[in-house]
């Protein structure tokens, strides 16, 4: 089993700035592919960004796209997920995927199918 523990999430001013931190049990974190997921109150579960497992790639939906940023560390066993200017749309909780097949990765990186393991969230609450 692949255990997936999101943390960092507060209540933050709408402007603002706040990091998430995504670590990942196992040995074989650096053949993941991860990605970032979110569900507002009331909302569907929808994609944020992905990264690839060598992290010669990263995806965003258009509506974070240059201002969030995912990246993550292989000697750590961690992702990230760093938000700027963050808006009261963003307030959801965030959730944290792993895809252990990695097969056709760059076709489906934004549907939560394609993921394998989940964590079980950190509430983002942005403020205005």
């Known amino acids: 089993q692949v255990q997936l523990v999101e943390s960092g999430g507060r209540l933050v001013q709408a402007g603002g700035s706040l990091s998430l931190s995504c670590a990942a049990s196992?040995?074989?974190?650096?053949?993941?592919?991860m990605g970032w997921f979110r569900q507002a109150p009331g909302k569907e579960r929808e994609f944020v960004a992905a990264?690839?497992?060598?992290?010669?790639?990263?995806y965003y939906h258009d509506s974070v796209k240059g201002r969030f940023t995912i990246s993550r560390d292989s000697a750590k066993n961690t992702v990230y997920l760093h938000m700027n200017s963050l808006k009261p749309e963003d307030t959801a909780v965030y959730y944290c995927a792993a895809d252990l097949r990695s097969q056709n990765f760059w076709t489906f990186y934004a549907r939560p199918e394609q993921y394998d393991y989940w964590g079980q969230g950190t509430q983002v609450t942005v403020s205005s």
């Open positions: 990264i690839t497992a060598s992290a010669d790639s990263s």
């Open positions: 196992g040995r074989t974190f650096s053949t993941y592919n």
